[in-house]
């Protein structure tokens, strides 16, 4: 199992940035295809963005492509997500997660949880 620690959220006014950090440790691998998602009050979790093993492939929700950009460093063992362009309705508990590939998430690793909140 990967254990996976999200940092980076807070409070940010519409239009800023912030960017999420997640640290994996345990049974690290670069075979690991990571992804964020969010879960605002009331909803159900989503797929906000994935990025695969080497880093080549990335993958964005609809709604915050163009805006967010994932990346990872395996040297840290970290996956990063830059938010720009904030608006109200990216508030949400943000979760990183860790799989064998993009089919997996629901049984692979998943971190805590760290809370964005865009204020207007």
């Known amino acids: 199992q990967v254990q996976l620690v999200e940092s980076g959220g807070g409070l940010v006014q519409t239009g800023g940035s912030l960017r999420l950090s997640c640290a994996a440790s345990g049974r690290t691998s670069l075979y690991y295809t990571m992804g964020w998602f969010r879960q605002a009050p009331g909803k159900e979790r989503e797929f906000v963005s994935a990025?695969?093993?080497?880093?080549?492939?990335?993958y964005y929700a609809d709604s915050v492509k163009g805006r967010f950009t994932i990346s990872r460093d395996n040297a840290k063992n970290t996956v990063y997500l830059q938010m720009n362009s904030l608006k109200p309705e990216d508030t949400a508990v943000y979760y990183c997660a860790a799989a064998t590939n993009r089919a997996t998430f629901q049984s692979g690793s998943w971190g805590q949880g760290t809370q964005v909140t865009v204020s207007s």
């Open positions: 990025i695969s093993w080497g880093g080549s492939s990335t």
